[in-house]
Every structure is written in structure tokens, then in C-alpha cells.
């Protein structure tokens, strides 16, 4: 119900830890209160690092 006030396009996280960023503030403003991360990488090693990147550049920077 609340995606659909989002724009197809933008459903997906895709992009630097800013834009990121500026796409979770989007949802946010349209009522958005949790997500669910679905990594997509090569390998296990590649899905552990794009979730230390998530919560390193993206996670923490929301918590301040």
C-alpha cells in the first residue's frame, strides 16, 4: 500500500551511500517505517561487504 505511493522506479536502493540516503528520506516522508535489504552480489564475501558498507555509510549516518 505505501509503495505504491513511491514511484516504480525508485522502489530499488540502487546507488552511492548519498543517494541511498536521499532515496530512504523519500520513504520516510511517504510513511515508510521499515524496508527489507536484499543484497545482490557475486558471492558470499560480496553480499558481507555490501552489508558492512550499508551499515557503515548508510545505517549509522541515519542514527545520528
Known amino acids: ?11 530499488n536502493l540502487i546507488g ?3 543517494t541511498i540516503l536521499a532515496q530512504l528520506g523519500r520513504y520516510r516522508k511517504a510513511g ?4 527489507i535489504l536484499r543484497v ?4 558470499f564475501e560480496g553480499v558481507l561487504d555490501a ?4 551499515k557503515r555509510e548508510v545505517m549509522d549516518r541515519t542514527a545520528a
Open 32 to 35: 515508510v517505517g521499515h524496508i
Open 1 to 11: 500500500v505505501l509503495a505504491s505511493r513511491i514511484h516504480e522506479a525508485e522502489r
Open 51 to 54: 552489508l558492512r558498507l550499508f
Open 16 to 18: 552511492d551511500p548519498d
Open 40 to 43: 545482490i552480489a557475486h558471492d
